[in-house]
Protein backbone atom coordinates (compact mmCIF):
# COMPACT_ATOMS: atom_id res chain seq x y z
CA UNK A 1 0.00 0.00 0.00
CA UNK A 2 3.19 2.53 0.30
CA UNK A 3 3.12 2.92 -3.58
CA UNK A 4 -0.72 2.88 -3.78
CA UNK A 5 -2.40 5.91 -5.09
CA UNK A 6 -5.64 7.40 -3.10
CA UNK A 7 -8.38 5.13 -3.84
CA UNK A 8 -6.44 2.39 -4.90
CA UNK A 9 -7.98 -0.89 -3.48
CA UNK A 10 -7.03 -4.09 -1.98
CA UNK A 11 -8.70 -7.55 -1.18
CA UNK A 12 -6.71 -8.90 1.38
CA UNK A 13 -8.86 -11.33 2.09
CA UNK A 14 -12.34 -13.29 1.12
CA UNK A 15 -14.22 -15.22 3.57
CA UNK A 16 -15.10 -14.60 7.38
CA UNK A 17 -12.14 -13.21 8.75
CA UNK A 18 -13.10 -13.32 12.77
CA UNK A 19 -14.12 -17.12 12.13
CA UNK A 20 -11.34 -17.73 9.76
CA UNK A 21 -8.82 -16.75 12.43
CA UNK A 22 -10.17 -18.41 15.55
CA UNK A 23 -8.88 -21.70 15.82
CA UNK A 24 -11.56 -23.63 16.74
CA UNK A 25 -13.85 -22.73 13.78
CA UNK A 26 -11.07 -22.57 11.43
CA UNK A 27 -10.98 -24.60 8.77
CA UNK A 28 -6.79 -23.40 7.65
CA UNK A 29 -3.58 -25.10 8.80
CA UNK A 30 -1.87 -23.32 11.72
CA UNK A 31 0.54 -21.34 9.70
CA UNK A 32 -1.97 -20.34 7.33
CA UNK A 33 -4.05 -19.05 10.40
CA UNK A 34 -1.53 -17.38 12.08
CA UNK A 35 -0.61 -15.61 8.76
CA UNK A 36 -4.42 -14.54 8.22
CA UNK A 37 -4.13 -13.28 11.77
CA UNK A 38 -1.33 -11.33 11.30
CA UNK A 39 -2.68 -9.25 8.05
CA UNK A 40 -5.74 -8.73 9.57
CA UNK A 41 -3.94 -6.69 12.17
CA UNK A 42 -1.69 -5.48 9.72
CA UNK A 43 -4.56 -3.84 8.11
CA UNK A 44 -6.17 -2.34 10.94
CA UNK A 45 -2.97 -0.86 12.12
CA UNK A 46 -2.64 0.56 8.75
CA UNK A 47 -6.05 1.70 9.26
CA UNK A 48 -5.07 3.81 12.44
CA UNK A 49 -2.00 4.84 10.94
CA UNK A 50 -5.09 6.65 8.56
CA UNK A 51 -2.76 5.31 5.57
CA UNK A 52 -6.66 3.29 4.31
CA UNK A 53 -9.72 3.00 5.08
CA UNK A 54 -11.10 -0.61 5.67
CA UNK A 55 -14.16 -1.92 4.02
CA UNK A 56 -16.27 -5.57 3.60
CA UNK A 57 -18.36 -6.40 1.15
CA UNK A 58 -20.90 -9.40 1.59
CA UNK A 59 -20.08 -11.49 -1.26
CA UNK A 60 -22.27 -14.42 0.10
CA UNK A 61 -24.04 -15.56 3.08
CA UNK A 62 -21.21 -15.67 5.55
CA UNK A 63 -18.95 -14.85 3.22
CA UNK A 64 -17.59 -11.37 2.77
CA UNK A 65 -14.12 -9.42 0.34
CA UNK A 66 -11.88 -7.68 2.94
CA UNK A 67 -11.00 -4.50 1.19
CA UNK A 68 -8.45 -2.10 2.13
CA UNK A 69 -9.12 1.46 0.27
CA UNK A 70 -5.53 3.49 -0.09
CA UNK A 71 -6.12 7.24 1.42
CA UNK A 72 -4.46 9.97 0.38
CA UNK A 73 -1.02 10.20 2.61
CA UNK A 74 -0.78 12.13 5.63
CA UNK A 75 1.31 15.62 5.24
CA UNK A 76 4.45 15.49 7.52
CA UNK A 77 3.71 17.32 10.43
CA UNK A 78 7.05 19.70 12.00
CA UNK A 79 8.58 18.02 14.81
CA UNK A 80 9.01 20.76 17.31
CA UNK A 81 5.23 20.80 16.69
CA UNK A 82 4.67 17.13 17.54
CA UNK A 83 6.62 16.98 20.84
CA UNK A 84 4.70 20.09 22.02
CA UNK A 85 1.05 18.22 21.48
CA UNK A 86 2.67 15.32 23.95
CA UNK A 87 1.07 11.85 23.14
CA UNK A 88 -1.39 11.22 20.76
CA UNK A 89 -4.73 9.65 22.37
CA UNK A 90 -7.18 8.35 20.00
CA UNK A 91 -11.04 8.17 20.00
CA UNK A 92 -13.31 8.70 23.64
CA UNK A 93 -10.51 8.70 25.64
CA UNK A 94 -9.19 11.94 24.09
CA UNK A 95 -12.86 13.41 24.08
CA UNK A 96 -13.48 12.25 27.67
CA UNK A 97 -10.12 13.80 28.57
CA UNK A 98 -10.87 17.10 26.85
CA UNK A 99 -14.76 16.81 28.85
CA UNK A 100 -13.09 16.38 32.35
CA UNK A 101 -9.93 19.29 31.71
CA UNK A 102 -13.18 21.94 30.76
CA UNK A 103 -15.26 20.86 33.81
CA UNK A 104 -12.22 21.27 35.87
CA UNK A 105 -11.48 24.78 34.55
CA UNK A 106 -14.99 25.95 34.64
CA UNK A 107 -16.96 27.00 37.86
CA UNK A 108 -19.91 24.97 38.56
CA UNK A 109 -23.30 26.01 39.27
CA UNK A 110 -24.71 26.79 42.64
CA UNK A 111 -27.68 24.03 43.33
CA UNK A 112 -29.88 25.44 45.20
CA UNK A 113 -31.70 22.99 48.10
CA UNK A 114 -35.83 22.66 46.65
CA UNK A 115 -37.05 24.77 49.64
CA UNK A 116 -34.86 27.86 48.95
CA UNK A 117 -36.01 27.63 44.79
CA UNK A 118 -38.73 30.29 44.03
CA UNK A 119 -41.22 28.98 41.25
Same mark, same amino acid.
Given at each position: ?? %??? !??? @? ?12 ? !???? @? =? $??? %? ?5 ? =? ?36 ? #?? $? ?6 ? !????? #???? #???? #? ?19
Amino acid at each position: MA %QAV !PGD @RLEYHRGFLVLDIF !PIFA @R =L $PDQ %QRAELAR =LGSRAFWTAEQGLVHLEQERTGPDQFAYIAVARPKPKP #RA $PIRQEMRG !PRLRG #RTRH #RDEI #RRLRETQPRPRLLPVRDMQC
